[in-house]
């Protein structure tokens, strides 16, 4: 398994979407958003090396989680590292969100990408960077009224950009 790097994990978060999720906040990103919640995830070479292991076997021993958010950072920055978790808990029947800086269009681009291999898994996706001029606290699960809640299966049917009805997200 290729190594993954993060700044930690969250075992019952209720911030990083409905429900009580895992969270998992990735090591790096390059974009340096002005405001940015996480700045000490920026350094790629910060944080620590990911047991993904020890990750699985803590979210298989929790029957309260509904799902699994990998955050960050940025987490398309590690898609390679990050494809082997994000199957394993497809495969638990769990819902798999990803937070990212780019935007769905980005990440579809290339269907040969790790990055796209990344996206399928995913049920849900939040895109779009933090912008400080549209901050907005009263969204639920965004910083940004920029950013958007994607449905990803829907998505990459119909092959263009569609927000979730879901009302857990919305
Ligand atoms: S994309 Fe997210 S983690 Fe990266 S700098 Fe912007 S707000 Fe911070």
Not at 11 to 24: A, C, L, M, N
Not at 30 to 53: K, L, Q
Request: aromatic letters at 8%; charged letters at 25%.
């Amino acid at each position: 398994m290729m190594s993954l790097r993060i700044a930690g994990v969250v075992g019952e978060s209720i911030t990083d979407g409905p429900g009580y999720r895992y969270t998992v906040f990735v090591q790096g990103c390059h974009r340096h958003c002005e405001g940015c919640h996480n700045p000490s995830t920026w350094d790629p070479a910060g944080g620590r090396e990911a047991d993904v292991a020890a990750m699985l076997s803590e979210i298989r021993g929790n029957p309260l989680l509904r799902g699994v958010t990998i955050s960050g950072g940025e987490p398309f920055e590690q898609a390679g590292a990050l494809l082997e978790f994000a199957r394993s808990i497809k495969e638990l029947g769990l819902e798999l969100a990803l937070y990212s800086g780019s935007v769905f269009e980005e990440l579809a681009a290339d269907t040969t990408s790790d990055r796209y291999a990344l996206l399928s898994l995913a049920d849900v996706l939040v895109d779009g960077e933090f912008i400080m001029a549209r901050r907005n606290l009263g969204l639920r699960f965004m910083g940004s009224e920029n950013q958007r809640v994607i449905d990803v299966p829907a998505s990459l049917r119909e092959g263009r950009a569609v927000e979730s009805r879901d009302e857990r997200w919305i």
